[in-house]
């Protein structure tokens, strides 16, 4: 239902104004049009979704990766009707995220630009710091610099700081009529100087393609302008990732019984090998250390032919199961295997009450503090799946968002948060004195956390790549 939402971008008014009255193609139509196929993974769909900077549906903007021409490319598009394309800060997060994607994938970048520019009366959260705006321009020129091509259309409005992205690209599409390309649009050189001047004069498609040259081929119309950018990527001599058709076997029990295995929180005993069978080709799975350390499930397999190194919780995470956690990633960073984390942390353990369970509990933050290292300095792809809760310093042993990363996903049931509110108690246990006024702000902790810790919460805020659907993940 959201993702329902989320695909009518700005709603039915604003999407008839974009195309009836500016007959400009909805973003979705868009790529349909650049794309090879229907196999698009659209990243972090449900960003912006409620945060409170007004209702920004998709962040205004739809990134994702996709192929053209047999081309892996990530796709950074303006979704005009959501308040014109303008900016919003979850929407610069949206795109520092894509081309961190492109960067570290050396993948070819694809900028679709339909924008008004920055949302002025929040420039303060958009405009001055590193990770902020002008980043995407930063980013673009080191792109360049490691010869990762960057294509880009002009396909709308194209304001201010906007401006940049379509001219630092390396080919850039202009089309008539619709694109314009301006630092400051014509009631700014009204205000300015008095003049009237019209978008076409001031940046159009003929002035930038016949005059200032800022735009390298005219297109008059939209499906024109897609199938030059398909021609362009044609030429880039660029095909870093030879694709091998690999055999696979599918699981020999159905992804669809994911959905009634998905963790409804910690404390389920589910066995983790119940989810990795229905997940691995042919249901087989090499295991690693099996007898030892059984919190953590740890092993080989191939997920639509390629072979991965699985680290699952299946349970707390003992000085044992950290000591084989850490064992196993190393061998798999020396053995140049990606790592696949499936994520269903236990909560933090009580305190301890005695010398002996201090002794033991500093041993296992040891044996965890060693798994952390590992995981961090494996220089192999990483892949983390939320499959239930994602819980402090587990979370980041279990490579969590700080730890980098190449994608993390989340299943919907998913919880993110330092503790979980279910585990924390708001009302004192027996002999406790504690007033009234303490009782019910721990109340409201406790539901403020359990608002926090959801997926939704989670993904409309970019902690995540996107939720995906259990029994998608084996294709994500």
């Not at 924008?115 to 792109?143: C, T, W």
Request: net charge negative.
């Amino acid at each position: 239902e959201l993702l329902e939402v989320v695909s009518k971008g700005g709603g039915e008014n604003a999407i008839l104004r974009h195309t009836q009255r500016n007959k400009k193609l909805f973003v979705r139509e868009r790529l349909k049009l650049l794309l090879d196929d229907e196999s698009f993974l659209e990243l972090s769909p449900l960003a912006g979704l409620g945060l409170p900077y007004g209702d920004v549906p998709a962040a205004g903007c739809l990134t994702g990766i996709g192929k053209i021409c047999g081309v892996w490319c990530v796709f950074m598009a303006n979704d005009a009707t959501v308040k014109g394309g303008t900016i919003y800060p979850i929407g610069v997060k949206k795109q520092l995220r894509a081309q961190e994607i492109a960067l570290q994938n050396r993948l070819c970048s694809v900028y679709l630009v339909d924008s008004g520019g920055a949302f002025l009366p929040l420039q303060s959260e958009l405009f001055p710091d590193k990770l902020h705006g002008g980043r995407v321009f930063y980013n673009e020129a080191i792109m360049s610099a490691m010869r990762i091509p960057q294509v880009a259309v002009v396909c709308g409005s194209c304001v201010a700081g906007g401006a940049y992205v379509p001219t630092m690209a390396e080919e850039a599409v202009i089309i008539d009529k619709i694109g314009t390309l301006f630092l400051a649009g014509p009631p700014l050189v009204k205000a300015a100087t008095g003049e009237d001047v019209s978008p076409e004069d001031l940046g159009g498609a003929r002035l930038h393609s016949k005059v200032s040259g800022c735009s390298d081929h005219f297109a008059s119309s939209e499906k024109e302008a897609y199938e030059c950018i398909r021609n362009v990527i044609s030429t880039l001599n660029y095909d870093p990732l030879p694709e091998e058709v690999v055999e696979h076997d599918s699981p020999l029990y159905s992804s669809d019984e994911l959905l009634g295995l998905a963790p409804r929180d910690y404390r389920c005993t589910l066995p983790v090998k119940l989810i990795l069978s229905r997940l691995m080709d042919g249901s087989r799975f090499q295991e690693f250390k099996a007898n030892y350390g059984t919190t953590l499930v740890t092993g080989f397999g191939h997920v639509e032919g390629h072979l991965v190194g699985v680290v699952a919780n299946n349970g707390e995470l003992s000085h044992d199961a950290s000591l084989k956690g850490s064992h196993f990633v190393q061998l798999c960073s020396q053995r140049s295997i990606p790592l696949l984390f499936f994520q269903n942390t236990a909560p933090h353990t009580a305190q301890p009450a005695s010398i002996s369970q201090a002794e033991a509990h500093s041993s296992r933050l040891k044996a965890q503090a060693s798994m952390m290292a590992a995981v961090a300095c494996a220089a192999v792809p990483k892949i983390t799946i939320v499959i239930g809760g994602c819980y402090g310093n587990e979370s980041y042993v279990m490579c969590g968002r700080s730890f980098s990363p190449n994608f993390l996903f989340l299943w919907p049931n998913a919880r993110v948060a330092l503790v979980d509110s279910r585990h924390f108690s708001a009302v004192p246990e027996a002999g406790d004195s504690v007033c009234t006024g303490d009782e019910s702000e721990l109340k409201r902790l406790k539901e403020k956390l359990e608002e926090e810790s959801s997926a939704f919460y989670s993904s409309a805020r970019l902690w995540d790549d996107g939720i995906i659907l259990p029994q998608n993940t084996r294709k994500v």
